[in-house]
């Protein structure tokens, strides 16, 4: 077992418990709300889930936290993240949509609960021949890297429940650089990229259509959201995007080719991720450049290494800010100097 | 996308002047570029340091002081073309064609190539809507039409982020653009009015101009890239905030003042002129 320090267990508790309101309405069925957890908002913004086509048998819904992604085909429908627990039921309406036949397969990309709030829910939906088994209910299989069957089956901090209950926990993991999987005749390939936005991320690469389903690695709405507690680190984060950048291929001009599936946003492909790439790269520099001349933090907050940048993926509010990012980026290079 | 007093204005003129009972005109065929005006910019490009008449944002100066050209020694970056709002400024001949519903004879669609890269345009005029905002941005962005008298008014969104000028100045994802096309004759004219949140404070507006010609035919362009300067993995390119020892060189070269170097959105004013006149009389640099 993992051992994780009190103060990292509780700056994940404090991720953890901000992701959760984020979530809008308590997460009342699979987990009641308890004493130590943040009170949800008082008014959610209505669920408007989007259905796009990506390439072939791959589909993206977005608008319920992070953008899920569906293959489908004669053996039955793949899922890469299940979104929020409490959208879970329109989630699945959405997945009907696209497909009747059983869900076989979730696969997460890294532990946090706008990604794998629908397991407890979608996976007892579904069925893996695998988990067949007399007098036990059928269930799709949760893949994920073993990180995050860590970081969701165990308490964190003042939460005393896990972070999902316990039948949306990965039921088949791995530890090794990448795993591989076949489907609807499609080889598949969760690639295990080291403390980057977590430390149990994965990006999942449809390999015959050609779409990367890559999680919070690559967003094209916010600034990467560093979860230090639970191993994430920007320059472990540009490693990622760089050999995610080094898996796609253009179809002309830079454009096309392989499909990218981002974590929240649009629909992408390598342009949109070296934009992202270059993007974090120079912030970072620039704070490295920063730390060398011997700002302190709040020094550099003030010099806005990012201001280029923050039209497009800052926020000042909501549960990751420009602040807040500046500050992790600040902090991993002073760690590591 | 929303639409700035100015554009609402230019819209409004049009409809005065629409004319023509006719409406649609035949934008259909093989034009070449004629370059009148800027032909430095459109042809061999800007100076480093040359962001006069452009109304960037501070974000926007910040982003574009910050560029290097050695972005084109990194291979994912050698085959970018450029993207639909700068497209028309150049290298810019071009091919129109028009898809037409048999039944009602109704021009569904037209299509345009541009000699730089043949890139390759659709402006749907059925009247379908633009996709979700979860949709893929493309170099060319997602274009529908609609006719004004025989005015062509286009609206484009879903665009890569791109750039107003080559030497720096970016336009981000969030920008869109609105194309008048013009016929007179043999002629026609585009203007483009390009508008950005994040970087820009005002539009970007151009005209430009081609003239019928028959004879004119694209060639292929395929890109490939290639590694010419061997770089470690993940080399950005950039130059680090007040680091760009190449930007003072053009307002050293042309005695302009740096404010006036700088852009923004006051210098696009014949006014303009006077302040830049009284900043050269009293030194400034």
């Given amino acids: 077992m993992v051992k994780v320090s009190l103060k990292r267990r509780t700056a994940a508790s404090a991720v953890v418990l901000t992701l959760l309101a984020v979530g809008a309405a308590a997460v009342q069925a699979a987990q009641p709300a308890r004493r130590g957890q943040a009170a949800a908002p008082a008014a959610a913004p209505p669920l408007e889930l989007v259905t796009e086509h990506v390439r072939g048998n791959i589909y993206m819904i977005g608008g319920d936290g992070g953008n899920v992604t569906v293959q489908i085909g004669d053996e039955g429908v793949l899922i890469v993240d299940s979104g929020f627990a409490q959208n879970a039921q329109a989630l699945l309406v959405e997945i009907r949509k696209l497909s009747k036949k059983k869900i076989d397969y979730i696969v997460n990309t890294h532990y946090h609960p706008d990604h794998t709030g629908g397991n407890a829910v979608i996976a007892p939906t579904g069925e893996f021949v695998g988990n067949v088994r007399v007098g036990v209910a059928p269930r799709a299989a949760i893949w994920a890297h073993e990180n995050v069957l860590t970081r969701v089956s165990t308490s964190t901090g003042s939460v005393k429940e896990p972070l999902i209950p316990a039948q949306g926990w990965p039921s088949e993991t791995y530890f090794t650089a990448s795993q591989e999987l076949v489907f609807n005749d499609e080889p598949i390939q969760l690639i295990h990229m080291p403390n980057a936005h977590t430390d149990g991320d994965s990006v999942v690469f449809f390999r015959r259509a050609d779409v990367i389903a890559t999680g919070d690695l690559f967003n094209t709405t916010m600034y990467p959201y560093i979860d230090a507690a639970a191993g994430g680190n920007i320059n472990g984060y540009i490693d990622a995007l760089n050999r995610i950048i080094d898996l796609a291929i253009p179809a002309a001009n830079e454009e096309g080719g392989t499909m990218i599936v981002s974590g929240h946003g649009r629909i992408a492909d390598e342009y949109d991720l070296l934009v992202y790439r270059d993007a974090i790269t120079i912030i970072r520099d620039r704070i490295a450049d920063l730390i060398a001349r011997g700002m302190t933090l709040e020094q550099v907050q003030a010099a806005r290494p990012s201001l280029d940048y923050d039209g497009i993926y800052g926020a000042t509010s909501g549960f990751w800010t420009t602040t807040q990012f500046v500050a992790a980026v600040y902090s991993n290079l002073k760690q590591a100097k | ?285």
């Fill in chain 2, 1 to 285: 996308m929303y639409f700035t007093r100015l554009t609402r204005g230019a819209l409004a003129v049009l409809a005065l002047v629409g004319g023509s009972a006719h409406a649609q005109v035949d934008l259909t065929g093989m034009w070449g570029q004629l370059v009148h005006s800027d032909g430095p910019d459109r042809g061999v490009g800007p100076d480093y340091g040359d962001y006069t008449g452009l109304p960037l944002s501070a974000a926007g100066l910040l982003r574009a002081e910050s560029w290097s050209d050695q972005k084109w020694t990194v291979p994912e970056h050698q085959c970018e073309p450029h993207p639909i709002d700068y497209a028309p400024w150049g290298p810019a001949g071009m091919r129109v064609w028009s898809e037409v519903d048999h039944p009602t004879q109704r021009i569904t669609a037209l299509h345009q190539t541009f000699q730089w890269m043949i890139t390759h345009r659709v402006i749907y005029l059925d009247g379908r809507p633009h996709p979700s905002q979860y949709a893929p941005h493309t170099w060319m962005g997602f274009s529908t039409g609609k006719w004004i008298g025989d005015k062509l008014v286009v609206n484009t969104t879903h665009i890569k982020e791109g750039w107003t000028r080559r030497n720096g100045p970016a336009r981000s994802d969030k920008g869109s653009l609105t194309e008048f096309w013009m016929r007179h004759d043999n002629v026609l004219t585009i203007t483009s009015i390009t508008e950005d949140p994040v970087y820009l404070t005002e539009p970007v507006v151009r005209s430009m101009n081609w003239q019928l010609d028959p004879g004119y035919q694209h060639g292929p362009y395929p890109c490939s890239a290639r590694v010419e300067i061997d770089r470690p993995q993940g080399f950005v390119a950039h130059f680090l905030p007040g680091q760009n020892p190449l930007i003072a060189e053009f307002r050293k070269n042309l005695g302009v003042p740096i404010e006036a170097a700088q852009g923004g959105a006051e210098s696009l004013y014949p006014e303009y002129e006077q302040k830049l006149k009284a900043m050269i009389k009293a030194g400034k640099k």
